[in-house]
Nanobody, 115 residues
């Protein structure tokens, strides 16, 4: 399984970005949960949002009300809509898919929010 993220970039505070993640090589694999993590420079990686196969979502307190995770109903794809971005949202954002045979990560996409 290979995860590919896209959609990062530079945005001013208050702006929006949408990240996407596609799981290649996952045909026939049931993916129950998909998640977004982020890691700021000098910080540990932290969970941002998690979404189940039934689209139940769970968010970090720091992004509740500003970020929205969604996923395709049949394909192994998910998105993260990020609104009202703040400088403290600056980080590398990673897509994560935990499977019974391994924990898979994307290469990450940089999000930079300028003040």
């Amino acid at each position: 399984v290979r995860l590919v993220e896209s959609g990062g970039g530079l945005v001013q505070a208050g702006g929006s970005l949408t990240l996407s993640c596609t799981a290649f090589g996952s045909d026939g694999t049931y993916i129950a949960n998909m998640a977004w993590y982020r890691q700021a420079a000098g910080e540990e990686r932290e969970l941002v949002a998690r979404i189940s196969s039934g689209s139940t979502t769970d968010y970090a307190n720091s992004v509740k009300g500003r970020f929205t995770a969604s996923r395709h109903s049949t394909e192994n794809m998910m998105w993260l809509q990020m609104d009202s971005l703040k400088p403290e949202d600056t980080a590398v954002y990673y897509c994560n898919v935990p499977l019974y045979f391994g924990d898979f990560w994307g290469q990450g996409t940089q999000v930079t929010v300028s003040s």
